[in-house]
């Protein structure tokens, strides 16, 4: 079968038999796509540097009659993450990104939006400005895949909660009034609620100016990883990563 030539971004890699390299990798042209990298831990010239997770590639891949997993000819660097400086903080996200996209994308499904807000994403998620970027991350991708439920009313009433408090629960699939919240809820408050709206209309890079205390809009992405793991039916160990992350 022909090769296929795809714009990529590296999701994660496993080590497969000797010096080959399964890879998860999340293609503009088909959507998440598993491979083989045959000799991928010796073979510099065919992808040096190019298969750590969150890499910009462009991917050269070969489908194969009758096996579930492409052969991964090579990859050429398009950006790197690691041309800038990986704080602890910033490889934490990174992973965090990874793992939602590994998680969420169906196998072979193209999904234009999520790879541009991907590629828009990792560009702001530089340095020390790790918060606001994957709030940024999380708001979206869930709406994108259809996860997200409406924010502006209370799932058991329907009251509109313009201007008045609004609560989350880890198994409730949206916001409610203070009447209706359930027992042990968490409070969103309304300036996380209007700071995902803002985030909605505007693109990641119009935030980027100011660099976020990881207080902020913390409620906002709890209540989306809380979402996110109800969907999966999983944990995501790097929202637990992040959580410990001191500031
Ligand atoms: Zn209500």
């Given at each position: 079968m022909p090769l296929k030539e795809s714009e990529a971004i590296i999701l994660r890699t496993y080590p497969l038999r000797e010096a080959d390299l399964l890879v998860t990798f999340f293609t503009r042209l088909e959507g998440k796509v598993r491979g083989v990298a045959r000799s991928a831990k010796k073979s510099k010239r065919r992808f040096g540097g190019a298969l750590e997770p969150l890499t910009y590639v462009r991917a050269y891949?070969?489908?194969?009659?009758?096996?579930?997993?492409?052969?991964?000819?090579?990859?050429?660097?398009?950006?790197?993450?690691?041309?800038?400086?990986?704080?602890?903080?910033?490889?934490?996200?990174?992973?965090?990104?990874?793992?939602?996209?590994?998680?969420?994308?169906?196998?072979?499904?193209?999904?234009?939006?999520?790879f541009r807000l991907t590629l828009s994403v990792l560009a702001t998620l530089s340095g020390a400005n790790v918060w606001m970027p994957v709030t940024y991350f999380e708001l979206w991708l869930?709406?994108?895949?259809?996860?997200?439920?409406?924010?502006?009313?209370?799932?058991?009433?329907?009251?509109?909660?313009?201007?008045?408090?609004?609560?989350?629960?880890?198994?409730?699939?949206?916001?409610?009034?203070?009447?209706?919240?359930?027992?042990?809820?968490?409070?969103?408050?309304?300036?996380?609620?209007?700071?995902?709206?803002?985030?909605?209309?505007?693109?990641?890079?119009?935030?980027?100016?100011?660099?976020?205390?990881?207080?902020?809009?913390?409620?906002?992405?709890?209540?989306?990883?809380?979402?996110?793991?109800?969907?999966?039916?999983k944990k995501l160990v790097t929202a637990a990563m992040l959580e410990k992350i001191s500031s």
């Amino acid at each position: 079968m022909p090769l296929k030539e795809s714009e990529a971004i590296i999701l994660r890699t496993y080590p497969l038999r000797e010096a080959d390299l399964l890879v998860t990798f999340f293609t503009r042209l088909e959507g998440k796509v598993r491979g083989v990298a045959r000799s991928a831990k010796k073979s510099k010239r065919r992808f040096g540097g190019a298969l750590e997770p969150l890499t910009y590639v462009r991917a050269y891949y070969e489908d194969r009659e009758g096996q579930e997993l492409t052969r991964l000819d090579s990859c050429d660097v398009i950006e790197s993450p690691l041309a800038n400086e990986v704080s602890y903080p910033r490889a934490v996200a990174l992973g965090h990104v990874a793992e939602l996209l590994g998680e969420l994308l169906p196998e072979r499904e193209a999904n234009d939006a999520v790879f541009r807000l991907t590629l828009s994403v990792l560009a702001t998620l530089s340095g020390a400005n790790v918060w606001m970027p994957v709030t940024y991350f999380e708001l979206w991708l869930t709406r994108l895949t259809g996860f997200l439920p409406e924010l502006s009313e209370c799932i058991v009433c329907g009251e509109a909660l313009n201007g008045s408090r609004a609560f989350f629960h880890a198994l409730a699939d949206g916001l409610m009034c203070p009447e209706d919240k359930r027992l042990a809820s968490a409070e969103m408050s309304s300036d996380s609620r209007s700071l995902a709206a803002q985030m909605f209309r505007a693109p990641v890079e119009s935030f980027s100016s100011t660099t976020w205390a990881k207080a902020r809009a913390s409620d906002l992405r709890k209540f989306l990883v809380q979402t996110l793991e109800r969907h999966i039916e999983k944990k995501l160990v790097t929202a637990a990563m992040l959580e410990k992350i001191s500031s």
